[in-house]
């Protein structure tokens, strides 16, 4: 079993859904990261986080540390919003387990 | 030029080939790594510096050698590559332990 699972693993939505992609980890962490990764490979950082929520746009990310579990929402979906999203857990210093990605498909 | 850049952005090499991926941020950053991509697999840290040396190293063979001479540049030599290396190398810049930005990656093909 990995470190770091994510669900789903394929997503496709409806322009204007609102989407959910989840992340569960299993060992201690210092933060959690997610990810965007368009068709091409360029990688874009969208949150850091250890605690609580953060909202950047249309973008929710949200962490339970008791839990070991954090969500990535996306409200309005968008076919722009198409990529793999990434979570990642970081483990003490410079310590990185990357999730294998949701791949997210949004139809116009 | 702006954020963190790579070249080549697609390379070639045969086994017995030496080359080198560059990667420069202009970010004004402390810390770089170097990441690689396989198809269908998560992402893996290969290498870190901070401030100008080397803090991680994921077991990664000695056929990549990483080279880190100021804050801005850094680079990975590569020799005597395996066809299994072929895959996407990203590099990415962080000030700190904070939030990363990262490059558009090398597409290496190993033959």
């Known amino acids: 079993k990995n470190e770091v699972e994510q669900s789903p693993q394929n997503l496709t939505a409806q322009e204007g859904e609102f989407i959910t992609i989840n992340c569960s980890y299993s060992?201690?962490?210092?933060?959690l990261h997610w990810l965007q990764q368009h068709p091409g490979g360029g990688i874009v950082s969208l949150f850091m986080l250890s605690s609580g929520k953060k909202k950047h746009g249309r973008l929710i990310a949200t962490i339970n540390i008791q839990e070991k579990h954090s969500s990535l929402h996306i409200t309005a979906s968008h076919p722009r919003d198409s990529a793999v999203y990434i979570c990642a857990v970081e483990r003490g210093t410079y310590k990185y387990i990357f999730g294998t990605g949701t791949r997210l498909k949004v139809l116009a | 030029e702006t954020g963190v850049t790579q070249t080549p952005r697609h390379l070639v090499m045969g086994m017995t080939n030496k080359k080198s991926l560059k990667c420069e941020q202009h970010l004004g950053h402390n810390a770089m790594y170097w990441y690689k991509q396989s198809a269908k697999k998560p992402l893996e840290l290969m290498f870190v510096y901070s401030l100008e040396e080397r803090v991680e190293n994921n077991s990664v063979p000695s056929r990549f050698s990483p080279e880190c001479p100021n804050s801005s540049h850094l680079f990975l030599h590569l020799h005597t590559l395996q066809p299994e290396d072929s895959a996407l190398y990203l590099c990415a810049s962080s000030q700190d332990r904070r939030v990363q930005y990262f490059g558009p990656g090398t597409r290496l093909t190993v033959t």
């Open positions: 060992v201690g962490i210092s933060a």
